[in-house]
C-alpha cells in the first residue's frame, strides 16, 4: 500500500467528520438526553450490533460500566453480543435474526434504552432487536448509515436515528466510534451538573 492511498483513508476520514458534526449535533444531543433520563429514573441501557459494531456495543458498555474520562459511579449498560451460550443456542435452535431480539426480551423493560448499531441499518438481527425494544416501550437509539435502511423506518418520536452521511461501511464505523465517545462525555457532562444540551 502506498503512502497515498494511506493518506487517502485519512482524509477521507477526517473531511466526513468534519461534514457530519452539524448534520449529527442535534440527533447527538437527543441521544445523549434519552440515555441520561433513562439512567436517571434507573433504567438501563442494552445495545447490539455486528462485527465491527459488536465491537462498539462493548467499547460503549465498558466505558459505561467502567468509565469514560472522569471517575463516576459505574453505570448499567449492557451489550447484547458477549454470551456465546446465548448466541449460539438462539442462533441455532430459532435464527441468527433472533439472537438479540430475544434477549431485548428477556433483559429489557419500558423505559431501558436499546443503542442499535447498523451501518447499513439492515441487519436483520438487529432490525428485529429494535422491534422488540419498541414492542416493550423501551427507547431507540440507532447508529445507522447510507440511507438508515430499515430502521430508520421504525423509529417513533421518543427515538433517534443517528444516520452517518456516506456509503462506505469502515467510514460510517469510524464516525459511529466518535459518537460514542461523544454521547459518554454528554452523559458524563450531565451527571456531573453540565448543561445535556451544551
Ligand atoms: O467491521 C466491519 C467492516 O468494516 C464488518 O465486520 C461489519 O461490521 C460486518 O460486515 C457487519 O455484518 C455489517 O453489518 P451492518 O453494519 O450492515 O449492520
Ligand atoms: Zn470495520
Redesign the pocket.
Known sequence: MTNQQILMHFRESAELKMQAAEQLADPISKAVEIMFTALSNGNKILAC??????ADCQHFAAELVGRFERERLPLPAMALTTDSSIMTAVGNDYSFAEVYSKQVQAFGQAGDVLLA???????GN?VQAVQAALEREMHVVALTGKNGGVIATLLGESDVNICVPHER??RI?EVHLLTIHCICDGIDNALFGGEVNE
Do not use: F, K, P
Open positions: 450490533g455486528n462485527g465491527g459494531s459488536a448499531i447498523s451501518t447499513s441499518g439492515n441487519s438487529v461501511t469502515a464505523q
